[in-house]
T-cell receptor
Framework: GQSLEQPSEVTAVEGAIVQINCTYQTSGFYGLSWYQQHDGGAPTFLSYNALDGLEETGRFSSFLSRSDSYGYLLLQELQMKDSASYFCAVRVVSGGYQKVTFGTGTKLQVIP | DAGVTQSPTHLIKTRGQQVTLRCSPKSGHDTVSWYQQALGQGPQFIFQYYEEEERQRGNFPDRFSGHQFPNYSSELNVNALLLGDSALYLC???????????FGSGTQLSVL
């Protein structure tokens, strides 16, 4: 099976930078995704890493180290609207079909 | 371009009853995955449908079943409802094994 670990809660100040870590254990690993979910809303895709290194998309960056089974999401210039839950998710492909397994989520609170 | 739509948005059932939830994928998408999300938890993978067949399944009992129609829309059926089935049920669509999942807003199921 798959298991993922991420901190349950993080608090950061508006305008600051925050890093949300994720460690995983799985077989058939293809890549690591990050999703954002506001209270009462649907998860929305933020980023995906299949190879080691950093991927940057605007204020958000995501990093992957396959050898360490570790990744992180970096949010810069935090805004109040970034308060949400953030999920890492491993993408596993077997038999030609994929399965995306989510972690338990990190609730980010941005304070003034 | 309509995104992923789910119906109904809310549903109240009693123990032992059966329920059917519906999902229309994003235009152009052919793969539908279903997730169960308990309050404060990450989405848990139930199963995935592609070409009208169940291709991947998570750790859910046979009470959970599904179907995909030729137009790629999908249904999730849950029989013999238990109190523990109360959760947000999310449908996610993708194009084949694309890493990017698009989620609907979910169906909030309450079992009394």
């Amino acid at each position: 099976g798959q298991s993922l670990e991420q901190p349950s809660e993080v608090t950061a100040v508006e305008g600051a930078i925050v890093q949300i870590n994720c460690t995983y254990q799985t077989s058939g690993f293809y890549g690591l995704s990050w999703y954002q979910q506001h209270d009462g809303g649907a998860p929305t895709f933020l980023s995906y890493n299949a190879l080691d290194g950093l991927e940057e998309t605007g204020r958000f960056s995501s990093f992957l180290s396959r050898s360490d089974s570790y990744g992180y999401l970096l949010l810069q210039e935090l805004q109040m609207k970034d308060s949400a839950s953030y999920f890492c998710a491993v993408r596993v492909v077997s038999g030609g079909y994929q399965k995306v397994t989510f972690g338990t989520g990190t609730k980010l609170q941005v304070i003034p | 371009d309509a995104g992923v739509t789910q119906s109904p948005t809310h549903l109240i059932k009693t123990r032992g009853q059966q329920v059917t939830l519906r999902c229309s994928p994003k235009s152009g998408h052919d793969t539908v995955s279903w997730y169960q999300q308990a309050l404060g938890q990450g989405p848990q993978f139930i199963f995935q449908y592609y070409e009208e067949e169940e291709r991947q399944r998570g750790n859910f009992p046979d009470r959970f079943s599904g179907h995909q129609f030729p137009n790629y829309s999908s249904e999730l059926n849950v029989n013999a409802l238990l109190l523990g089935d109360s959760a947000l049920y999310l449908c996610a669509s993708s194009l084949g094994t694309s890493e990017k999942l698009f989620f609907g807003s979910g169906t909030q199921l309450s079992v009394l």
